[in-house]
């Protein structure tokens, strides 16, 4: 017989394997960034309407927007007045803190900057939802969930050259661009990181500096990126495979097909 003690043990050790996630993994929660809202109504002479541009106030009303400029690009607003400077409001510092970014693609991506932030982007090309960790939490790549910092700390940037593309953590899923910063004050020049998601089942290839579809077998595969287009899978002579993207064509109104997973071809 089995002592009672080792197989407790044993399901003692079982559930903890089972609850690390549990334990160490959860959501974020959402961050509503908060935009410029001065008002020419509260008696002032000239107000910021956004980071870097402002109006003139005549009679309690905005009498038209004017660009701050390359020299001194940033409002900043006083308690009259507002004023062009070269240094970025606290609100507008997006280097400093957390913003929305404009989605490479959809789904989940992590802020490139701020560990303990991601991104949740419904639709390519428009704001991300930003989303904070609770505290002592960061962005897990893998489960795309926060996990405690306890097991994992934060990434440093992985950004060492200017216009190189590198992995974004230990994932594949992730990659970023380095591009140097415009407004960098700095004789180091800064790199800003541009974070971009690859593909379900197509992890970043850093020799080939791309995501590569992994084929199981032959057949016309879906990417999870894009609806319009798809993966080619098929047989090379050594048995290997070789996977191609292809985009879906347009039908004669000039609508872009849309590719079909369960048929496997691209339906108008
Ligand atoms: C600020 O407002 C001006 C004028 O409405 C607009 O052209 C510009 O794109 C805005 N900038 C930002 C960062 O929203
Ligand atoms: C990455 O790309 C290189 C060059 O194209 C290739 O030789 C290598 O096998 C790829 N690595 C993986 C893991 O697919
Ligand atoms: C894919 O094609 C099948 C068969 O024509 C159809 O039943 C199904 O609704 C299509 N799926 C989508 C997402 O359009």
New binding site residues.
């Given amino acids: 017989m089995i002592p009672i003690s080792l197989v407790s043990l044993t399901v003692v050790v079982l559930l903890q394997s089972i609850n690390v996630q549990a334990l160490y993994d959860v959501p974020g929660t959402r961050v509503i960034i908060s935009l410029m809202v001065n008002s020419c109504e509260d008696g002032k002479r000239s107000i910021c309407s956004n980071c870097t541009t402002f109006s003139l106030c005549l009679g309690g009303k905005s009498i038209g927007e004017i660009p701050c400029g390359s020299a001194t690009p940033h409002c900043v607003q006083g308690d009259v007045e507002a004023t062009c400077s070269n240094h970025p409001a606290s609100e507008c510092d997006v280097v400093e803190r957390p913003w929305s970014i404009t989605c490479p693609s959809v789904g989940v991506l992590p802020d490139p900057v701020h560990c303990d932030h991601y991104h949740n982007c419904l639709e390519r090309d428009s704001p991300s939802e930003l989303f904070q960790c609770p505290p002592g939490y960061v962005f897990n790549t893998v489960t795309q969930t926060c996990r405690s910092r306890s097991v994992q700390k934060c990434a440093e940037s992985p950004c060492r050259a200017a216009n190189t593309v590198v992995p974004f953590g230990p994932s594949h899923m992730y990659y970023v661009l380095c591009v140097p910063r415009k407004e960098s004050e700095t004789v180091e020049q800064q790199l800003e990181p541009y974070i971009f998601r690859c593909p379900e089942r197509a992890p970043f290839n850093e020799t080939s500096q791309a995501c590569e579809y992994r084929c199981v077998t032959q057949g016309n595969f879906a990417d999870s990126l894009d609806l319009n287009s798809y993966f080619q899978c098929y047989r090379k002579d050594d048995g290997g495979f070789v996977a191609l993207k292809k985009g879906c064509q347009k039908d004669g109104d000039g609508m872009v097909a849309k590719f079909?997973a369960?048929?496997g071809e691209c339906?108008p």
């Fill in positions: 079909n369960t048929v339906i």
